[in-house]
């Protein structure tokens, strides 16, 4: 078995508030989400199913809200806010109800024992956005994981909204283009 890096922080809390730039890839970086014409993202059919899914995130985690994002021919940015520290991913069906039921019960063990990292409110929200995807395409789409970064300061924060603003415009440079 090879070993594999690890690709979450084991110093850190994906629980804690703060702004998280996460950056999720298509298999094998196929250009599979549409074009950059003019310096402008035009999504296909799967972009757009993308999009509407980025656009339901909010539904499920009350906790978060995404600040912003782009979807790009084969990778998504997403910037997100996490409000308030949540202990673990605490997620909502559409209309409100509690997903799980004996989450009053849930959040006193929480408090008292470790929270494997999978269980965490970050790497819920990716988990949960890749698999909606996937399950409306009926088809696998998504590299395995996902990167993020942690936002530290007002000015990183400025830089990444900026990044992501600037992303279409800059794709012909873009290390994730297969055409370079």
């Not at 849930?106 to 995807?133: E, H």
Request: proline share 3%; net charge positive.
């Amino acid at each position: 078995m090879k070993n594999r890096k690890l690709n979450r922080r084991n110093d850190w809390n994906y629980d804690k508030p703060g702004w998280y730039f996460i950056t999720v890839c298509s298999e094998d970086k196929g250009d599979i989400f549409g074009v950059v014409k003019n310096n402008k993202i035009i999504v296909n059919k799967c972009g757009a199913v993308v999009g509407n899914k980025i656009g339901e995130i909010k539904n499920h985690f009350i906790d978060l809200n995404v600040d912003d994002y782009v979807i790009m021919p084969n990778h998504v940015h997403l910037l997100i806010w996490v409000k308030f520290s949540v202990g673990n991913a605490y997620m909502h069906s559409k209309n409100g109800k509690e997903v799980n039921r004996n989450w009053e019960r849930n959040a006193y063990m929480r408090s008292v024992l470790p929270v494997k990292r999978s269980d965490m409110l970050i790497p819920k929200v990716i988990q949960n956005f890749k698999a909606a995807v996937s399950r409306e395409l009926e088809v696998r789409i998504w590299q395995k994981s996902y990167h993020d970064e942690i936002v530290r300061n007002k000015e990183m924060l400025e830089r990444i909204r900026k990044y992501i603003k600037d992303n279409p415009k800059n794709w012909n440079s873009d290390k994730n283009n297969p055409n370079l």
